[in-house]
């Protein structure tokens, strides 16, 4: 019962601080587009370890009559991927003011490699949550309106993963 008690409390947490994550315009893009990487990172490791537990406890679990419907992916997994989404949502209006404000300074190299690093993103979240929302996929097409045509490689990319 413990066991169950601390990995519902973790992940409940975890949905928390997601959930209430705020990206504060004060705080340089770098370092926040690294927080919002570090918690989609830490939901990925949790929710791969619910699994695991899933996998080996559910049965004894049910046995005990300690409740399991947490574990299952309707339960607290099912909120922690929604959280992501509002995430990745901030993560892109981030990355789309930060090109904005690279655009007007000419610096095609640091664009670059925002818009690598908000694809990579973009995609990982994509295969965390199982596709993403109408909001995220507006957020993903004002960036890919925003990509000169000198980026057509990143243009191609940003568009393949709006269509999947």
């Given at each position: 019962m413990r066991e169950a008690a601390v990995e519902y409390r973790e992940?409940?947490?975890?949905e928390q601080e997601i959930s209430s994550y705020k990206d504060d315009p004060d705080i340089p893009c770098v370092a926040s587009l690294k927080r919002m990487a570090s918690l989609l990172d830490k939901s990925e490791r949790s929710i791969q370890k619910l699994v695991v537990l899933r996998n080996s406890a559910i049965c004894s679990y049910q046995v005990y009559?300690?409740?399991t419907a947490w574990m299952l992916d309707s339960g607290i997994t099912s909120k922690i991927k929604q959280a992501s989404m509002t995430l990745v949502k901030m993560y892109m209006k981030r990355l789309t003011m930060e090109l904005e404000s690279i655009r007007n300074s000419d610096r095609e190299s640091s664009q670059d490699s925002l818009?690598?690093?908000g694809v990579h993103f973009a995609y990982r979240a994509h295969q965390f949550a199982g596709g993403l929302d109408s909001e995220t996929l507006c957020a993903f097409?004002?960036?890919?309106q925003r990509v000169p045509g000198n980026l057509a490689g990143s243009r191609e990319l940003l568009a393949g993963i709006a269509s999947s």
């Amino acid at each position: 019962m413990r066991e169950a008690a601390v990995e519902y409390r973790e992940l409940k947490m975890l949905e928390q601080e997601i959930s209430s994550y705020k990206d504060d315009p004060d705080i340089p893009c770098v370092a926040s587009l690294k927080r919002m990487a570090s918690l989609l990172d830490k939901s990925e490791r949790s929710i791969q370890k619910l699994v695991v537990l899933r996998n080996s406890a559910i049965c004894s679990y049910q046995v005990y009559n300690i409740p399991t419907a947490w574990m299952l992916d309707s339960g607290i997994t099912s909120k922690i991927k929604q959280a992501s989404m509002t995430l990745v949502k901030m993560y892109m209006k981030r990355l789309t003011m930060e090109l904005e404000s690279i655009r007007n300074s000419d610096r095609e190299s640091s664009q670059d490699s925002l818009l690598l690093q908000g694809v990579h993103f973009a995609y990982r979240a994509h295969q965390f949550a199982g596709g993403l929302d109408s909001e995220t996929l507006c957020a993903f097409e004002e960036i890919r309106q925003r990509v000169p045509g000198n980026l057509a490689g990143s243009r191609e990319l940003l568009a393949g993963i709006a269509s999947s």
